[in-house]
């Protein structure tokens, strides 16, 4: 089955603590990006990637890290956690055939920094 | 000014209702339109998506496109409770495949 999926789907942390979550796709896309959701504010973009080594900051990539050495994975790390970073995260692949293909999106983490 | 901007809602309506769902725009370098579905404690899936100006149509579900006045618009004919949940704009531009999101609109359709 064509899926993206994200390790942990829960997580409660503190402050300082790092943290990874993990985003994995077995449909060979090359595109790779994370968002965050909140309230409000929509979907909002982190870090992308466009192939394996190459990746980008979105609109929002500050607190954040990411790395692309394989093309099945994109983790996101938080070297140093806080309670701003708590929401709804989302990682999201596709092939870059053409801008309408379609990206798929992981079923979602729910961090929560206290 | 955001680029992307939704209403939140939430729309109610009753079970059977034409719902509209809209979003503007201000960047017309946006050629691709996309509307994503989104239930409760999921991710977003691709609904419909077109290109430029116009209509299209797939069963239940016409999205439309009025570059001139950098509106787009989702219609759900005959509306079902399946159908609530939170319906996502999204746009880019054709040298990225990077889209922009609304925020979002909220629907709920009660029997």
């Known amino acids: 089955e064509a899926q993206v999926t994200q390790n942990p789907r829960y997580l409660i942390t503190v402050t300082g603590k790092k943290l990874t979550v993990t985003c994995s796709q077995n449909?060979?896309?090359?595109?790779m990006s994370w968002y965050r959701q909140d309230p409000g504010l929509g979907l909002r973009q982190i870090y992308y990637s466009m192939n394996v080594e190459v990746t980008d900051k979105g609109d929002v990539p500050e607190g954040y890290k990411v790395s692309r050495k394989e093309k099945r994975n994109f983790p996101l790390i938080l070297e140093s956690p806080s309670p701003n970073q708590t929401s709804l995260y989302f990682c999201a692949s596709s092939f870059m055939r053409a801008s309408t293909d379609t990206q798929y999106f992981g079923p979602g983490t729910r961090l929560t920094v206290l | 000014q955001k680029e992307v901007e939704q209403d939140p809602g939430p729309l109610s309506v009753p079970e059977g209702a034409i719902v509209s769902l809209n979003c503007t725009y201000s960047n017309s370098a946006f050629q691709y339109f996309m509307w994503y579905r989104q239930y409760s404690r999921k991710g977003p899936e691709l609904l419909m998506y077109?290109?430029?100006?116009g209509n299209k149509e797939d069963g239940r579900f016409t999205a439309q496109v009025d570059k001139s006045s950098k509106y787009i618009s989702l219609f759900i004919r005959d509306s079902q409770p399946s159908d609530s949940a939170t319906y996502l704009c999204?746009?880019?531009?054709?040298?990225?495949?990077?889209?922009?999101f609304g925020r979002g609109t909220s629907l709920i359709v009660h029997p």
């Open positions: 999204a746009m880019s531009t054709g040298g990225s495949y990077i889209p922009t």
């Open positions: 077109t290109y430029s100006s």
């Open positions: 449909m060979n896309h090359e595109y």
